[in-house]
């Protein structure tokens, strides 16, 4: 092996790390030519690799694509050809360079949600996540991999939906279903904290199961519109205002799950300074949503604090809101 490619292999040394934050190699960006080039060898030059290669150079290949190409759909047939490598380490180099050029390709998504039962985790891991990153183009290979015999391919494509994001929205009724009768409680679970991520259609699924009549069900329901943040908002602010849940557990829980989304929670500002006149916990819960939005609330909680409200209950916890937000 020649002191240029063991310098290559070097390079490329990777983890398998965790879920969230995968380890990759890094990609040089900055260079002083006018072409890029990635370890001295240009885009082109890379694209023309033989496949006899040594399995470092082919490696070697898909991580160039990441780092240099523009346009991803140019690179989509040699991704789709080492994705088919014989070596698994150019098979995984080429799943991470998928996730990082993001192509809009159904071909590749399939060939991604083919690798999400596999036996290599690092694979079937990076395969996940960079399915979701694929768009439009991965949630028809997602939704039918929804209705899979295997455990973790229903949950993979369900958690690899909520990357999907508003695209998914047609995946909308079959989480709906999943969420109920699947079998396995961590595909249920996966697929309540999809839902409110998949856009309106999502987020008012996400809404309905709060009134679920069992307890897990509305609890995975409430992480899932917390974790869509903002885009949650409204629908949340939407349950506290009406009249028929003023005072009620699910008016309650809509502003516990504001508290949980913090500062994004503004537009609800108004509804749960209302609120706070109300009895039991959706006071409480008001209060700490409040707390969660911070500064802008300070004004209107000083005013309610400042001793001329006559409901001392009041007073007392927008005082208690006012030593939260100011770090006492």
């Known amino acids: 092996m020649s002191r240029r490619y063991a310098l290559l292999l070097g390079a490329l040394a990777f983890a398998g790390c965790g879920d969230d934050k995968p380890a990759v190699p890094t990609f040089n960006k900055t260079v002083p030519s006018v072409e890029q080039r990635y370890h001295g060898r240009t885009l082109a030059d890379w694209k023309s690799y033989d496949p006899e290669a040594p399995d470092e150079l082919r490696t070697a290949t898909a991580y160039a694509l990441a780092a240099l190409e523009k346009e991803p759909a140019e690179s989509v047939p040699l991704l789709i050809e080492l994705m088919e490598d014989k070596a698994p380490t150019v098979r995984l180099a080429a799943v991470i360079a998928t996730g990082r050029l993001r192509p809009s390709s159904e071909r590749l998504a399939r060939m991604l949600v083919a690798y999400l039962p596999s036996k290599d985790e690092p694979l079937r891991r990076h395969a996940r996540l960079a399915v979701g990153k694929l768009g439009a183009s991965a949630v028809k290979p997602l939704t039918e991999a929804l209705a899979s015999d295997e455990v973790r391919v229903r949950w993979g494509a369900a958690a690899a939906l909520a990357t999907v994001g508003t695209a998914g929205a047609a995946a909308v009724p079959h989480l709906k279903t999943i969420a109920v009768e699947d079998e396995n409680a961590t595909v249920r679970r996966q697929a309540l904290l999809t839902l409110p991520r998949l856009g309106p259609t999502g987020v008012d699924a996400g809404i309905a199961f709060l009134r679920s009549e069992e307890f897990s069900r509305r609890e995975e329901a409430a992480a899932g519109l917390a974790g869509a943040g903002a885009d949650a908002v409204e629908a949340l602010h939407k349950l506290i205002q009406s009249p028929f849940e003023q005072g009620g557990e699910l008016a309650a829980l809509a502003a516990g799950i504001l508290a949980d989304i913090g500062p994004a929670a503004r537009p609800a500002m108004g509804s749960l300074l209302q609120m706070l006149h109300e009895k039991g916990p959706s006071r409480f819960n008001a209060a700490e949503a409040l707390i ?37």
């Open 292 to 328: 969660a939005i911070g500064e802008p609330a300070v004004a209107h909680l000083e005013t309610m604090a400042s001793g001329d409200n006559p409901d001392d209950d009041i007073a007392q916890i927008a005082k208690y809101a006012l030593e939260k937000i100011r770090g006492n």
